[in-house]
């Protein structure tokens, strides 16, 4: 009986030890569960690639795409093109879509966009709470992440030479000492160049548009080139292949400070126009939440600033970010008012009309 019941005992706590085990398993596995539910909604959100179509110069877009990789753990193909060519791919695309994000150019183009229905829509709370109304779209189409006046970039070698002083209206560059001297981007790829032309029309044509286009006719002779990229007229002139330039001040100011010595700078006292460089997804984006993402990364303080690690020095938008020092002080030119959404309903036909008038 005793050795009856010493049996009975150790079958009773073996069936009491593997029912806890079992117990402990399925506590085990429902954790695990859990855990892989977490793991997944983390893989939606911060795991996979996009494909963003970038307007900054090339050492600013490296250094903005490893620092959103770094920071999120998303992978990025970027393509590196000027504005105008970004949204003629865009719309090349529309029926396939090949790329998630638009990062980088004036808004003017991003409002072309838009109105052609390219864009999708996304309303960054990091944005609302850090970007001024006036740098972004209301509706989230586009975010302005910096600012960028248009300047004057002149050679000084030249200016000695003929004894000329750098030019700081737009008069000043219809100088016949500058024909085939002057440089600027083509305004059909270059969302610069259009922004050039809407400030010139805004400026010399505010009574009287005609005034601004008699403007551009008398100074398209003296352009020895239109180039394809915005930026490339401020290098031409720092190596004297041209006596001025035109472009945006914060890339004459990452010439100068390359060791372009001979590069001046000023702006035209008589009103220039600036750009709200902006980021937006791409309608029908392969991998929108992911964009997303993107867009709360780009519109926030430490995003703006990394330009500055690569001799960028565009004005920025948050009120957070750091302002370069090297900046041009947007208090000392005489802006023109901003209206992103006038410039980029008028985009499409003041480009035909240059091309069809004045570039004949």
Not at 56 to 65: R, T
Not at 176 to 201: C, D, K, Q, R, W
Not at 208 to 223: A, I, K, S, T
Request: glycine share 8%; hydrophobic share 40%; aromatic share 8%.
């Amino acid at each position: 009986m005793k050795k009856f019941a010493l049996v009975l005992f150790i079958m009773i706590l073996g069936v009491f030890v593997v029912a806890c085990g079992d117990s402990n398993n399925e506590e085990s596995s429902s954790n695990q569960s859990e855990n892989d539910g977490n793991n997944e909604e983390t893989d939606r959100v911060l795991e996979g690639s996009i494909t963003a179509y970038v307007g900054f110069q090339e050492d600013h877009a490296v250094a903005a795409i490893k620092e959103f990789e770094e920071e999120t753990g998303i992978a990025v193909d970027m393509i590196r093109m000027s504005a105008g060519e970004i949204l003629a791919r865009i719309r090349a695309e529309r029926s396939n879509p090949q790329a998630d994000i638009w990062y980088g150019g004036p808004a003017d183009t991003f409002v072309a966009a838009q109105q052609e229905d390219l864009l999708h829509p996304y309303v960054s709370e990091v944005a609302v709470e850090g970007i001024p109304e006036e740098f972004r779209d209301e509706d989230g189409y586009w975010t302005g992440v910096y600012l960028g006046p248009v300047g004057f970039a002149t050679n000084q070698k030249f200016l000695d030479e003929h004894g000329l002083e750098a030019p700081t209206s737009w008069d000043d560059l219809l100088n016949p000492a500058f024909e085939n001297e002057i440089v600027m981007a083509h305004p059909a790829s270059s969302g610069t160049a259009y922004t050039i032309l809407y400030t010139v029309l805004e400026v010399l044509g505010e009574e009287n548009e005609e005034d601004g286009w008699d403007y551009l006719q008398q100074l398209h002779p003296l352009v020895q080139q239109y180039t394809t990229s915005g930026s490339a007229p401020g290098r031409m002139v720092g190596m004297g292949e041209a006596a001025v330039g035109i472009l945006f001040a914060h890339d004459i100011i990452k010439y100068q400070k390359e060791g372009y010595s001979d590069l001046v700078m000023t702006t035209p006292e008589d009103g220039t126009g600036f750009e709200i460089g902006s980021v937006a997804i791409i309608d029908g984006a392969p991998n929108q939440e992911l964009a997303e993402v993107f867009i709360d990364w780009a519109s926030g303080p430490s995003a703006q600033e990394v330009g500055q690690t690569t001799d960028n020095f565009q004005n920025l938008t948050h009120k957070e970010a750091q302002q370069p020092e090297q900046a041009i002080d947007l208090d000392n030119l005489n802006l023109i008012e901003s209206n992103p959404l006038r410039a980029g309903e008028l985009r499409q036909g003041i480009i035909d009309k240059w091309d069809n008038e004045v570039n004949k």
